[in-house]
């Protein structure tokens, strides 16, 4: 599994020119389950991105979690993170895990993420636009593979 978590001023996610999702502080995470990812990793996840600190507290240091600051989750599958350019220029995507059960891990995730802090989500498979509004800009990436 890999996340990739990018702190936001706001976010808004759109399918077909149709605003589906909206968040303002928080953090927009891509998320992508690869083949071979085993439920139990998605509470390390849920802790890892619920907890992470890296909002700056009053002397200016990363500090403050989402519940600190009230902030949100806009939550989207992204399963190209999975791409791989190792052997030429066009990525493949074979460790990508298959749709039916990457969708069900991506549900899960949001579910337990939204037990903790506000999480929407985007639509799984769809063609999405995202528009967000960076800050620092911070980007963490968290990697846990299979077990």
Same mark, same amino acid.
């Given at each position: 599994?890999?996340?990739?978590?990018?702190?936001?001023?706001?976010?808004?996610?759109?399918?077909?020119?149709?605003?589906?999702?909206?968040?303002?502080?928080?953090?927009?995470?891509?998320?992508?389950? /690869?083949?071979?990812?085993? %439920? #139990? $990793?998605?509470?390390?996840? +849920? =802790?890892?991105?619920?907890?992470?600190?890296?909002?700056?507290?009053?002397?200016?240091?990363?500090?403050?979690?989402?519940?600190?600051?009230?902030?949100?989750?806009?939550?989207?599958?992204?399963?190209?993170?999975?791409?791989?350019?190792?052997?030429?220029?066009?990525?493949?995507?074979?460790?990508?895990? /298959?749709?039916?059960?990457? %969708? #069900? $891990?991506?549900?899960?995730? +949001? =579910?337990?993420?939204?037990?903790?802090?506000?999480?929407?989500?985007?639509?799984?498979?769809?063609?999405?636009?995202?528009?967000?509004?960076?800050?620092?800009?911070?980007?963490?990436?968290?990697?846990?593979?299979?077990?």
């Amino acid at each position: 599994m890999k996340a990739v978590v990018q702190k936001v001023n706001s976010a808004k996610l759109y399918v077909d020119n149709v605003i589906i999702s909206e968040i303002k502080r928080g953090f927009v995470v891509y998320f992508c389950v /690869e083949k071979g990812d085993k %439920e #139990e $990793l998605l509470a390390y996840f +849920a =802790k890892k991105i619920s907890k992470l600190r890296i909002f700056e507290d009053e002397n200016g240091k990363m500090n403050l979690s989402l519940t600190d600051v009230g902030g949100e989750i806009l939550l989207v599958s992204q399963f190209t993170l999975a791409g791989s350019v190792e052997h030429g220029f066009r990525p493949s995507f074979t460790d990508a895990e /298959e749709p039916k059960r990457a %969708e #069900e $891990l991506y549900l899960c995730l +949001a =579910k337990s993420l939204n037990e903790v802090v506000p999480t929407k989500t985007g639509v799984f498979g769809a063609m999405m636009r995202i528009v967000q509004e960076n800050v620092g800009p911070v980007t963490i990436i968290i990697e846990k593979n299979k077990e």
